[in-house]
């Protein structure tokens, strides 16, 4: 079964960059990885999902290393409204559970 | 475009109480998915249909919960009898299906088993 793992907390000031990373081994290889956005009494909302190298849209990238071993999620300039919880989701190397990782509460200060 | 649907948002039961959830996934959507989140922690995986067919339900206990997708779109996740460790929100998610396969979730049910 995959395991990751990811900070707990992270804080930041608004207009700063964050990254957040996330472990992650035995995941399929041919699947790929996703990020969400989790507000109180909400579901995760999609981020950005990637296969390897990097990715970018609108609101956030992400970096995956060839070895997929770990990704990092991006986000430029964070706003007040970004303060949330940051999971990344990947599918474990026997094709069938998807296993998501254990939040990164995320605290953006004024 | 509506998002997934689920119902009820809150549930408060007794301890051997049954419970039922229902999720209504994004039209078209063939992939769907239900997900327990203890506070605190990242959502687990229960059980996945495509269509009809449960794919993956390893996660699922199935001493006291089930589910079913009849015709494909609509589900229900049962849990009989409650424990007091089912007090958790329990999520419900959809997809397409294919190479990206982007899993799109709704609300969730809050749970309380007293």
């Known amino acids: 079964l995959a395991k990751t793992t990811q900070p707990i907390s992270m804080d930041s000031y608004e207009g700063q960059e964050v990254n957040i990373t996330c472990s992650h081994n035995n995941i399929a290889t041919n699947d790929y990885i996703t990020w969400y956005q989790q507000f109180p009494s909400q579901g995760p909302r999609f981020i950005i999902q990637?296969?390897?190298t990097k990715v970018t849209n609108e609101v956030a990238s992400l970096f995956i290393p060839a070895d997929r071993k770990s990704s990092t999620l991006s986000l430029p300039r964070v706003s007040l409204s970004d303060t949330a919880v940051y999971y990344c989701?990947?599918?474990?190397?026997?094709?069938?559970?998807?296993?998501f990782g254990p939040g990164t509460r995320l605290s953006v200060l004024p | 475009e509506a998002g997934v649907v689920q119902s009820p948002r809150y549930k408060i039961i007794e301890k051997k109480q049954p419970v039922a959830f229902w999720c209504n996934p994004i039209s078209g959507h063939n992939t769907l998915y239900w997900y327990l989140q203890n506070l605190g922690q990242g959502p687990e995986l229960l059980i996945r249909y495509e269509n009809e067919e449960a794919v993956d339900d390893s996660q699922l206990p199935k001493d006291r919960f089930s589910a079913e997708r009849l015709k494909g779109v609509d589900s229900t996740l049962k849990i009989q009898p409650a424990e007091l460790g089912d007090s958790a929100v329990y999520l419900c998610?959809?997809?397409?299906?294919?190479?990206?396969?982007?899993?799109?979730f709704g609300p969730g049910t809050r749970l309380t088993v007293l």
């Open positions: 990637g296969y390897k």
């Open positions: 989701l990947v599918l474990d190397n026997y094709g069938q559970n998807f296993v």
């Open positions: 998610a959809s997809s397409l299906g294919g190479d990206t396969d982007t899993q799109y």
